[in-house]
């Protein structure tokens, strides 16, 4: 959505995430394409009303 409206995500997102991810780098797309498979697979049909957080360790923050 961001892209359709000419917003580079990326590097806006990263200056916000400067100094306050645990875990670098910038948390990329291929991270999150690892996460919906398992959460669709048989691996976690015990897994009901979590949410699964891919974010390098930025809500830590909090």
């Not at 959505?1 to 780098?25: E, F």
């Not at 990329?28 to 919906?36: E, F, K, N, T, V």
């Not at 398992?38 to 015990?46: G, I, K, P, Q």
Request: glycine share 10%; no cysteine.
């Amino acid at each position: 959505m961001a892209q359709k409206a000419g917003i580079k995500t990326k590097d806006k997102m990263g200056k916000a995430y400067d100094g306050k991810v645990a875990l670098p780098p910038f948390v990329a797309d291929s991270d999150i394409d690892y996460a919906y498979p398992y959460l669709v697979s048989d691996e976690s049909n015990l897994v009901t009303g979590e949410e699964l957080v891919v974010d390098g360790g930025w809500t830590t923050n909090f």
